[in-house]
Nanobody, 122 residues
């Protein structure tokens, strides 16, 4: 089991940038695939990005390709989401998750953080 704590959310104007961080506890962090998901008000949670245990594979949702980038630092037990050119429709609670496969399905992840709010104003 991995405990996850997100940070870095906040209020930003459209076109701005934010970098989300997810700190993980547990000695086996480097063996987990990691993902970012988000949930906007009134909508279901959706996939944003995923990265394999060794950063060899990365996936990004089509809606964020070219603007968001997932990365990780196993030495720091952390995963990041760099978000550029933010849009009001990116407003959501962002969650990081740990699993065995760098997939897009929520069911592929076992452990979740509590989320961090990102609000993009127009």
């Amino acid at each position: 089991q991995v405990q996850l704590v997100e940070s870095g959310g906040g209020l930003v104007q459209a076109g701005g940038s934010l970098r989300l961080s997810c700190a993980a506890s547990g000695r086996s962090f480097s063996t987990y695939a990691m993902g970012w998901f988000r949930q906007a008000p009134g909508k279901e949670r959706e996939f944003v990005a995923a990265i394999s245990w060794n950063s060899g594979t990365m996936y990004h949702a089509d809606s964020v390709k070219g603007r968001f980038t997932i990365s990780r630092d196993n030495a720091k037990n952390a995963v990041y989401l760099q978000m550029n050119s933010l849009k009001p429709e990116n407003t959501a609670v962002y969650y990081c998750a740990a699993g065995r496969v760098a997939g897009w399905r929520e069911s592929e992840y076992d452990d979740w953080g509590q989320g961090t709010q990102v609000t993009v104003s127009s």
